[in-house]
């Protein structure tokens, strides 16, 4: 079944609070001031949500990936209930040192999950709050780069401008990114 409206969602400083540190389980997972409810109405506007997210703790021997299986799992289960939808979740296991060609800012993910669910990638937004997310939504060819201003963003302001890129927007956080999600989308 090809996906219609799809955001591709960044984790980790998106939807739940970042950590230097990790998140190494559900017990140290907390959502984002307004996440839920922004999960819920980007499913009520029909747009189909995928997680793409770096979880380096797998290879760093941080933890096993059944318990980044769990926390997904948790995840999902506490979105729906919420009222809405996580439709699949990518993530890469790789340390930085590893060189893949799915640990963002590559855009590996993007297009798994372009072929796993019959996705145009030029139809689709990226959100995130690090440089990598918005430069895998460019190496992708994501139609609109969306840079929250929860997690990294100051840092990731100052990076992607040394490289001349610019997100399409730069909304507060995930609710408040969710019209300028839709109307980047619209019309697909």
Not at 98 to 110: A, D, H, Q, T
Not at 111 to 117: L, T
Not at 137 to 152: D, E, F, K, S, Y
Request: proline letters at 6%; hydrophobic letters at 40%.
């Amino acid at each position: 079944m090809k996906l219609q409206k799809v955001a591709f969602l960044d984790r980790d400083g998106v939807i739940n609070r970042d950590s230097p540190h990790y998140i190494k389980n559900w017990g140290e997972y907390e959502f984002l001031p307004g996440s839920l409810e922004a999960l819920k109405r980007l499913n009520q506007l029909g747009i189909h949500v995928i997680v793409i997210t770096n979880q380096s703790i797998i290879n760093r021997g941080m933890v096993p990936a059944q318990v980044l299986a769990h926390t997904h799992a948790r995840l999902r289960e506490a979105v729906r209930q919420a009222g809405g939808l996580i439709h699949d979740i990518f993530f890469c296991p790789h340390r930085p040192d590893e060189n893949c060609s799915c640990r963002k800012p590559k855009p590996g993910l993007i297009r798994q999950a372009a072929q796993r669910h019959a996705i145009d990638p030029g139809a689709t937004v990226m959100v995130g709050d690090s440089a990598k997310d918005i430069l895998c939504g460019h190496a992708a060819g994501c139609r609109a780069t969306i840079l929250v201003r929860t997690g990294n963003f100051e840092l990731a302001e100052k990076a992607l401008a040394s490289q001349a890129v610019q997100p399409n927007a730069t909304p507060h956080d995930l609710l408040r990114a969710v019209p300028v999600i839709a109307a980047c989308l619209e019309g697909e």
